[in-house]
Nanobody, 123 residues
Framework: QVQLVESGGGLVQAGGSLRLSCAAS????????MGWFRQAPGKEREFVAT????????YYADSVQGRFTISRDSAKNTVYLQMHSLKPEDTAVYFC????????????????WGQGTQVTVSS
Protein backbone atom coordinates (compact mmCIF):
# COMPACT_ATOMS: atom_id res chain seq x y z
CA GLN A 1 0.00 0.00 0.00
CA VAL A 2 1.43 3.33 -1.08
CA GLN A 3 1.54 6.03 1.57
CA LEU A 4 2.69 9.60 1.30
CA VAL A 5 2.75 11.42 4.62
CA GLU A 6 3.38 15.17 4.76
CA SER A 7 4.64 17.05 7.78
CA GLY A 8 6.13 20.40 8.68
CA GLY A 9 3.21 22.71 8.11
CA GLY A 10 2.19 25.37 10.57
CA LEU A 11 1.64 29.05 11.21
CA VAL A 12 4.36 31.50 10.20
CA GLN A 13 4.58 35.26 9.76
CA ALA A 14 5.00 36.80 6.35
CA GLY A 15 8.65 36.74 5.34
CA GLY A 16 9.31 33.60 7.34
CA SER A 17 10.34 30.11 6.31
CA LEU A 18 9.07 26.56 6.63
CA ARG A 19 10.29 23.20 5.42
CA LEU A 20 7.75 20.58 4.45
CA SER A 21 8.59 16.89 4.33
CA CYS A 22 6.85 14.02 2.61
CA ALA A 23 7.77 10.46 3.58
CA ALA A 24 6.93 7.84 0.97
CA SER A 25 6.41 4.12 1.48
CA UNK A 26 5.01 1.22 -0.49
CA UNK A 27 6.50 2.32 -3.80
CA UNK A 28 9.86 2.27 -5.54
CA UNK A 29 10.74 5.82 -4.64
CA UNK A 30 13.57 6.14 -7.13
CA UNK A 31 11.20 5.40 -10.01
CA UNK A 32 8.91 8.34 -9.35
CA UNK A 33 9.02 12.04 -9.91
CA MET A 34 7.66 13.80 -6.86
CA GLY A 35 5.60 16.95 -6.78
CA TRP A 36 4.09 19.46 -4.42
CA PHE A 37 0.69 21.01 -4.98
CA ARG A 38 -1.39 23.33 -2.85
CA GLN A 39 -5.03 24.23 -2.42
CA ALA A 40 -6.30 27.39 -0.81
CA PRO A 41 -9.87 27.70 0.49
CA GLY A 42 -12.31 28.15 -2.38
CA LYS A 43 -9.63 27.63 -5.01
CA GLU A 44 -8.55 24.77 -7.22
CA ARG A 45 -5.50 22.71 -6.44
CA GLU A 46 -2.44 24.21 -8.09
CA PHE A 47 1.01 23.00 -8.98
CA VAL A 48 3.92 24.23 -6.87
CA ALA A 49 7.06 22.25 -7.73
CA THR A 50 8.30 18.93 -8.99
CA UNK A 51 11.56 16.99 -8.99
CA UNK A 52 12.55 14.11 -11.22
CA UNK A 53 13.48 10.62 -10.07
CA UNK A 54 17.19 11.37 -9.69
CA UNK A 55 16.81 14.81 -8.17
CA UNK A 56 18.78 16.30 -11.02
CA UNK A 57 15.95 18.30 -12.52
CA UNK A 58 13.31 20.50 -10.96
CA TYR A 59 10.47 22.69 -12.16
CA TYR A 60 8.55 25.40 -10.30
CA ALA A 61 5.43 27.43 -10.65
CA ASP A 62 6.18 31.05 -11.46
CA SER A 63 4.57 32.13 -8.20
CA VAL A 64 7.17 30.33 -6.08
CA GLN A 65 10.24 30.42 -8.33
CA GLY A 66 13.20 31.77 -6.39
CA ARG A 67 11.49 31.37 -3.01
CA PHE A 68 10.82 27.62 -2.79
CA THR A 69 13.23 24.72 -3.29
CA ILE A 70 12.24 21.11 -3.82
CA SER A 71 14.68 18.32 -3.01
CA ARG A 72 14.67 14.60 -2.31
CA ASP A 73 16.61 12.13 -0.21
CA SER A 74 16.45 8.67 -1.72
CA ALA A 75 18.03 7.08 1.34
CA LYS A 76 15.07 8.31 3.39
CA ASN A 77 12.39 8.03 0.69
CA THR A 78 11.54 11.63 1.47
CA VAL A 79 10.89 14.74 -0.58
CA TYR A 80 11.18 18.22 0.87
CA LEU A 81 9.87 21.67 0.08
CA GLN A 82 11.90 24.47 1.58
CA MET A 83 9.89 27.67 1.57
CA HIS A 84 11.37 31.12 2.15
CA SER A 85 9.97 34.65 2.00
CA LEU A 86 6.50 33.32 2.63
CA LYS A 87 3.54 35.49 1.72
CA PRO A 88 -0.07 35.41 2.94
CA GLU A 89 -1.08 34.18 -0.51
CA ASP A 90 1.00 31.04 0.10
CA THR A 91 -1.58 30.00 2.71
CA ALA A 92 -3.00 26.64 1.64
CA VAL A 93 -3.03 22.93 2.28
CA TYR A 94 0.10 21.51 0.72
CA PHE A 95 0.05 18.04 -0.83
CA CYS A 96 2.84 15.85 -2.06
CA UNK A 97 2.28 13.44 -4.90
CA UNK A 98 4.11 10.78 -6.92
CA UNK A 99 4.16 10.44 -10.68
CA UNK A 100 5.77 8.21 -13.27
CA UNK A 101 5.77 11.21 -15.63
CA UNK A 102 8.87 13.36 -15.54
CA UNK A 103 8.48 16.90 -14.18
CA UNK A 104 4.72 16.98 -14.63
CA UNK A 105 2.75 20.02 -13.51
CA UNK A 106 -0.69 18.55 -14.18
CA UNK A 107 -2.32 16.91 -11.20
CA UNK A 108 -3.85 14.11 -13.29
CA UNK A 109 -0.37 12.80 -14.03
CA UNK A 110 0.13 11.98 -10.35
CA UNK A 111 -1.02 8.55 -9.22
CA UNK A 112 -0.50 8.84 -5.50
CA TRP A 113 -1.30 11.67 -3.08
CA GLY A 114 -0.76 12.47 0.55
CA GLN A 115 -3.40 13.86 2.89
CA GLY A 116 -1.87 17.32 3.02
CA THR A 117 -0.42 19.66 5.61
CA GLN A 118 -1.72 23.13 6.41
CA VAL A 119 0.50 26.15 5.89
CA THR A 120 -0.82 29.48 7.18
CA VAL A 121 1.08 32.71 6.60
CA SER A 122 -0.04 35.68 8.65
CA SER A 123 0.42 39.26 7.50
Amino acid sequence: QVQLVESGGGLVQAGGSLRLSCAASGLTFSSYSMGWFRQAPGKEREFVATINWSGGNTYYADSVQGRFTISRDSAKNTVYLQMHSLKPEDTAVYFCAASLSALASQSYRYAYWGQGTQVTVSS
